[in-house]
Every structure is written in structure tokens, then in C-alpha cells.
């Protein structure tokens, strides 16, 4: 379960005002470190008509991986489990133990599957890709295989990745066992025999490198117009969005909404963005950007019926076994804390900002017969960080603020209020932002208590 923090928040906050009557030094810590925002990703999610989910691997769902797998997304994707070598390692003997735990998990989680992959030139049993058949054998196997695993999880499964990467990045159709022997259209083939054998799950095309406006995506772009003209059934396209950190396509929506007006659904069927390593606060802050970039774009299309990541945690993800010296793709550490991308996938479901694991110091640097400077600074803990702050206190002896520089203060009795200014507003993973105001005193200049968020 996600733990509450409330009580925590409540101690911290009696604990830090008592503290603070005495000490020339006031802060405030909202909270401490969490393990999830308030309200889950899913929650959220569900208040933009989305779905949020993560691929994952059906023998880790238990313990933290399993809290997090089951409280925070509501729909997994597979990541390996129902790939052909998966399901049938020997010809004829199959294999559905992971594969059939991750839908009783999801059912037991109230959550949604997306069944990946039937159709790939990838992680094909060996007897496959190692025999010798003529192309009507193929054909017939390749029908038997989806009918047969189709129909395994008929009425369980939201939708099916049906073909996966058939095209080139040019745009051609990759040379594969299927293309290579029985044509290209057996996509339309496997999209056919995949809807009679379960009427209701999505059927999608699935690719990589086709989230923005470009020669790939534009080829799948025409595949689906093709097919829809066709009167083949094609539910959906899924943008898989294995991106490069600084590397959003700027085209992601538009893209997504030329689909749309196909009139098919689209998917973030497996986003991650990975970096260089090591990770630095400065990267995981840039990585929130992307990861709020991307997710913005699909709320911003109905059609976009929301974003799975491949892979919630670092310690299950595909990056750094095959780019070397990459890493820390997915919004939560191999340790299970949430990063700064955790929280932008949260903000742009609605999710407030969370100043959480962020605090603010309160300080009076000089001070003159009736005059004093002041300044607070704000510092968030490695993995927060804030995109806009706002901090508050109230005067206990009669100060005024006469005149504040990077920030904008208002007072109100004894109320004061500053909010970034349009150059500050970003407070790093790691890091901290200053700000400063000159007052007026009289008696006694006691340090006030200041709220952050
Ligand atoms: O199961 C064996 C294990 O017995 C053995 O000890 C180990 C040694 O390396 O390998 C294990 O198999 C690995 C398998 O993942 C399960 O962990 C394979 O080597 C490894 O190649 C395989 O990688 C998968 C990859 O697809 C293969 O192409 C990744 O986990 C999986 O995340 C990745 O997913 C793909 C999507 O299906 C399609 N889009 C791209 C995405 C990333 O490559």
C-alpha cells in the first residue's frame, strides 16, 4: 500500500514551528522523502480519460515492485511474457506461467493489459527462426500462433500489439521472416486473424522512432490509412518513445494527432528517455522536462489513450544491457524512489506540483537600527525539484517588507508572500534559488516560520 504521509507531515510540522521561535534559522520540510505522490499516477490519470501504465516482469511483482506496480499504474504491458520464444520454447509445448501471472495480477489490481507482442522479427523460438518452411507453412504458423494465444486471453486484454517495428527507419518495410516470405501484408493477415479470435481487444501497430513527423512514421502514417480504407481491422497505433535525454520530437503531438484523424487510437506504448551515466541533478530535471513534454502531449489528444513506461525502475529496464554507458530511463530509481520525472508525469495529469522534499531556510544576513535584509532560500533533496515555488510567512513584531529582488512579494497585514520570479522559478534536483528583500523593524526581529508550496 502507499504510505500516508499525513501524520508524518503533521509531526514534522509541530516539531520544526516549536524549533523555530528559538533559532535564528527557520525551515520547514513539507514531508519527508515518499515513495508516491498523492494522489497515485493512476488516479490522476484516470481525471485527464488516461491510462498509465508500465511494462513489467512477472516474477518481480511482489514486495515494493509489486506495491508500486498495482498502486500506481492501472494497466502493464508484458515485457517479455508473451513474446512467441516465451510462449512456445519448444514447438507445440507452451509456456503461459508468467504470462497468465501478470493477468491475474492486473485483474486482481483492477488494472488494464496490453498484450505485446505476436508478430516481431524479435525473440522468435529458435525452432522458428531455425527451420526450414515454405512460405504457406509459415503462414499457417504464424496464424495458429496468434489464433492460439488470442484466444488464450479473449475478452482478458485491452489490446494487443499485433505487429511489432515493420518498418526501416526510411520508411521501407523491414526485411523480416514475415515480409521476406508470405509479403507485406502480413499485417493485414495477422490484424484479421488476431480480431477473430477476440472481437473486443484494440488491435495495434506498434513502432519505434515514429513519435514525431518523420519518414517512418509517415509510412506507418499511410500503412493505417491503407488498411482502414481496406476495411482491415486497425484499432490503434503505438508510439513506443524510447527517447534520448534533450532529444524530444517537437512533432509528438502533432503526429499523434494525424492519427487520431484517422480515426484510430494511439499509444505511449513504451516510453523511457535514458542518459548518459552518471545520472546528475541536472539531467534527471532536464529528464522531467522531456517526460512532462511527452505525457502533455497526450493528454492534449483525446485520442491518445495514454502512456505505458517500459519499465517503472531503473532495476528493470532494457537500457543499459544494450547501450553502453546509458541509463536511469524510467521515473523511479532501482531503489524505488521517485525521481523529478516521477512527479512531471503526475503534474501533467493534474497532479499539483509537490514541493515535497523541498524546504525553505529563512535568514536575516543584516540588520540596522530600524532596517534588516533578509533572505530565504529554497533547496530541494536529490531527485525533487520544482518548476515554479511560492513561500509565505507571517510577521510576529510588526516587520515589513519595503523591497524584495528575485522574487515577487506582497504583504498583507502581517502576511507576506513571495512567488518566483519569471527567471527562478526552476529549483534543481539537488539544488536551490535565493531570493532577497530588505524590511523594516522595531522592538524585536524575530525569524518567522515559512511555508513552502
Ligand atoms: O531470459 C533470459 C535469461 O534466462 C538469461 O539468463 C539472460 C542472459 O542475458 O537473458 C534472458 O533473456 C533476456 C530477456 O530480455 C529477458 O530478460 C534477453 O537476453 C534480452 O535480450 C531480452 O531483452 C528484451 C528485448 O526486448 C529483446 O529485444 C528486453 O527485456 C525487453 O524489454 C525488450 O523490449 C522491447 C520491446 O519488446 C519492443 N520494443 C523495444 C523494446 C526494447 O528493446
Known sequence: MTPSRTPLRTRLRTLLTGAAATATTATLLLAAPATAADPPLRDLATTKAKVIGTAVTGSKLTATYGDLAGTQFNSLTPGNAMK???????????????????????????????????????????????????????????????????TRYKGKLAAWDVVNEPFNEDGTYRPTIWSDNLGTDYIAKALTW???????????????????????????????????ERGIPIDGVGL?????????????????????????????????????????????????????AVVDACVAVTRCVGVTVWGFTDSDSWVPDVFDGYGAATPYTENFTPKPAYYAIAQSFG???????????????????????????????????????KVSWTYGAGQRVTQAWNATCAQAGASVTCVNASYNGTVPSGGSVSFGFNGTWSGNNPVPTVTLG
Not at 120 to 149: F, K, M, R, S, V
Not at 270 to 291: C, F, G, H, N
Open 240 to 292: 513506443q518513445a524510447h527517447l534520448i535525454l534533450g532529444q524530444y520530437p517537437s512533432s509528438l503531438q502533432q503526429n499523434i494527432q494525424r492519427f487520431a484523424d484517422l480515426g484510430v487510437d494511439v499509444a505511449i506504448t513504451e516510453l523511457d528517455i535514458r542518459m548518459q551515466l552518471p545520472s546528475t541533478d541536472a539531467k534527471l530535471t532536464q529528464q522531467a522536462v522531456d517526460y512532462k
Open 194 to 228: 488476431a480480431r477473430a479470435a477476440d472481437p473486443t481487444a484494440k488491435l495495434y501497430v506498434n513502432d519505434y522512432n515514429v513519435e514525431g513527423v518523420n519518414a517512418k512514421s509517415t509510412a506507418l502514417y499511410n500503412l493505417v490509412k491503407s488498411l482502414k
Open 84 to 150: 512467441w520464444e516465451s510462449v512456445e520454447p519448444t514447438r507445440g509445448t507452451y509456456n503461459w506461467t508468467e504470462a497468465d501471472q501478470i493477468v491475474a495480477f492486473a485483474q486482481a489490481h483492477n488494472q488494464q493489459v496490453r498484450g505485446h507482442t505476436l508478430v516481431w522479427h524479435n525473440q522468435n523460438p529458435a525452432w522458428l527462426t531455425n527451420g526450414t518452411w515454405t512460405p504457406a507453412q509459415l503462414g499457417t504458423l504464424l496464424q495458429d500462433h496468434i489464433t492460439t494465444e488470442v
Open 351 to 389: 497532479g499539483t506540483p509537490s514541493a515535497e522534499g523541498c524546504a525553505a531556510t529563512y535568514s536575516v544576513p543584516s540588520q540596522w537600527n530600524t532596517g534588516f535584509t533578509g533572505q530565504v532560500t529554497i533547496t530541494c533533496s536529490p531527485g525533487r525539484s520544482l518548476s515554479s515555488w
